[in-house]
């Protein structure tokens, strides 16, 4: 399985009416690995994934996708390449799981062209890749929060799509689930060279699972790089205004963050 | 991503998914078929029943176009062209309203609900009683208004974006004030009888002729195939508009389409027959509640908009003793459903 699709965003500025939230940024995403994109609330993490997948046009400067301004290409082609997973879609009422993750081959259909075996085929893969397979005939509306998560997960598997977006994949979830989450995105890059790009509200897992971090402040980007290398205590103070030491981590030795504030930070090493 | 084996895949998923899948299409294919047949016999017997019942025989006599004494008249120049009309606006009404709520996701923002039909109708009657304008022309300004309307709840709901809730109650406020301009341009028109006067306010297919049935064929022509057309597009639009984008679906194209269509539908079967009450309101509803979540929903509900009509305007015929338009018996289904759903919505905010 190769992947060699390619997502970049140059001299990128993007915004809502008059406010511009992105300004001027460059990033080129590392084809086949797990990026993880972190910053401060409104510092535009959701908005460069948002014009990254094309659902945002800048409004100056461009994102290329293979080489091409992505959002010149036909919608249906750029959704067969690169899938998003927003933050908060919305599941029909009483939609089975087997529905909703059988609305991922969307783009692989034409306007008359049948459901096909491999639509079929797509979507039990999706279902037992995130182990939903057991939930298929159950409505989603039911299911608790971690499962509905891995449902929305496997709609985007359906898709099949080399590139993957994720907005914030772990928020509300409770930790063994997000830890879940992060485990199956971890798996389906290693399995499929699945390109992943989520933007992750905790830090720590961010460092522990993406092998590429992008720092972003205002608007621009503050560092990008391995977690070893961006993820430091400098660059933390910088970009969340937050004392805080960073450490390695115990369990998987990347760098792990901790936090400060006014009533600590007077203990010995 | 072409190359995975399907080895890969253990064969239950697999057989549980196509299991599924054939399931659901066969529910819906059964339904179909039964809302035809259904709709076929209420055709038939909107054709016989009356203060004369015809048999079958004579019916089709006249169908074929022989001449039937008696029957030629009362069947092929009354009863015909009332029944066919009644199949087609039902038609109109049921797509019109399921497009609405599908699009906003909600069961409440139907066009008889948000004020598009009632605008459609007060201009109707501001085109035959003030201008003295009749045919094509009434048609063309119903329509005009109904998407004038359209964008008037549009623009006044908006707000940093529409929210549902908003856009409904501005839309039943807009619908309460076109209502009451339909009341008081009929009011002023002395030489209408009641039953006229019901008609743009409730809908009734009283004086149905073969003028009235040809620009509803076409607008379900032309506007029928441009909503299937968009059928898929509009069901992953349920799961938002990220998602449907990211899915590949151009969202505000898709609304554009969808809308003109639909508002198209409303206003040229309510030009004909008025704003038949809460038709396209119900027959998304229902037509969810019988072919099961998650299929389109745009033919089942066709379907049973014209089922309605067609019903609904027998029963309000020849069931009860005094012969009622039939809007007034589709309000009357049509309310109590109304005030479960807004009961509803206030609980759980649900969707269609």
Known sequence: MTTDHTLAASGLSAGYGDRSVIEGLDLELVPARITAIIGANACGKSTLLRVLSRLLAPTSGQVLLDGTRIHRLPAKQVARTLGLLPQSPIAPEGITVAELVSRGRHPHQGLVARWSAADDEAVAEALDATGTAALAERPVDELSGGQRQRVWIAMALAQRTDLLLLDEPTTFLDVNHQVEVLDLLTDLNARRGTTIVMVLHDLNLAARYADHLVLMEHGRIHGAGAPGEVFTAEAVRTVFGLENRVIRDPVSGSPMMLPIGRHHGVAED | ?352
């Open chain 2, 1 to 352: 991503m072409s190359a995975q084996p399907s080895s890969a895949t253990p064969p239950s998923t697999l057989e549980r998914v196509r299991t599924e899948r054939r399931r659901r299409r066969v529910r819906r294919t059964v339904t179909v078929l039964v809302l035809v047949v259904l709709i076929a016999a209420g055709f038939y017997a909107s054709l016989a029943i009356g203060h004369r019942v015809y048999s079958a025989g004579e019916i089709w006599r006249v169908v074929r176009g022989q001449q039937v004494p008696g029957a030629s008249f009362t069947v092929g120049t009354l009863r015909l062209p009332r029944a066919v009309l009644a199949v087609l606006v039902g038609c109109c009404f049921g797509l019109g309203g399921v497009t609405f709520q599908t699009m906003l996701r909600n069961p409440l923002a139907s066009p008889d609900i948000i004020g598009i039909s009632a605008g459609a109708s007060a201009a109707a009657v501001v085109a035959i009683v003030l201008l003295g304008l009749s045919g094509p022309a009434v048609s063309v300004i119903a329509i005009l208004a109904g998407l004038a309307v359209a964008l008037a709840i549009y623009l006044l709901s908006y707000r940093k974006g529409v929210a549902g809730t908003r856009l409904i109650l501005v839309g039943i406020g807009v619908a309460a004030m076109l209502d009451s301009v339909t009341s008081y341009v009929l009011s002023r028109a002395a030489q209408w009888d009641l039953q006229e006067a019901m008609r743009w306010l409730t809908g009734s297919l009283n004086g149905a002729a073969w003028g009235d049935v040809r620009p509803v064929l076409v607008a379900l022509l032309v506007g029928g195939p441009l909503l299937l057309a968009a059928s898929r597009d509009l069901t992953v639009s349920q799961l938002g508009d990220d998602s449907a984008a990211a899915l590949g679906v151009r969202v505000q194209r898709l609304r554009l389409v969808v809308v003109i269509a639909a508002v198209g539908l409303v206003a040229f079967a309510t030009a004909a027959t008025g704003p038949i009450a809460f038709v396209a309101f119900l027959a998304g509803p229902i037509a969810a509640r019988i072919v099961g979540p998650g299929a389109s929903l745009l033919v089942p509900s066709a379907l049973v908009g014209a089922l309605l009509v067609v019903v609904s305007d027998l029963v309000g015929q020849w069931a009860i003793g005094t012969r009622f338009p039939v809007g007034v018996v589709t309000g009357v289904l049509g309310a109590p459903y109304l005030i479960y759903l807004v009961v509803r919505t206030q609980r759980s905010g649900g969707s269609l």
